[in-house]
């Protein structure tokens, strides 16, 4: 799988104007629904934040995926923001949040919503490359950042 067979630079924002994790869940939703890949943006915000309020999906190092298998798409979309300052998302490190990858997938999606969540978290384990990706100055920048990765393992 390639991440950018599902993120386009019109899915990145840089810097999120939000500075709470409600609020740049919500600007991430708000790609994808202005992309016009979503039949439903409310149904789809209310699908990731649900699962948000079962578990924090800070996986550390600054980096969050916030994600959901939801009926309001039809293939999977992945879109990526960094904020302007670190923001709490009670990451399982204790340590605030700078750049977050939003995952949405069709119900039926099991398989491709799991290899791109790990997919998304080889990406920053690299301390190479998770720097890259913060000091990305624009939504093109960290598309080519993802892009100059971007393999199909």
Known sequence: MKLTEHLTPALIKVPLAAADKTGVITELVELVAGAGLTSSRD???QAVLDRESQRSTGIGRGFAIPHAKCD?????VVAIGRCREPIDFKAIDG??????????SPISATSAH?????KLSRLVTNPGILGQLLEAQSADDLY?????????S
């Open 72 to 76: 309001a798409v039809d293939r999977l």
């Open 95 to 104: 340590q605030p949040v700078t750049l977050l990858a939003l995952l949405a």
């Open 144 to 152: 080519r950042v993802v892009v100059s990765h971007d393999s199909d």
């Open 114 to 118: 799991i290899q791109a969540l790990a």
């Open 43 to 45: 149904r789809l915000l």
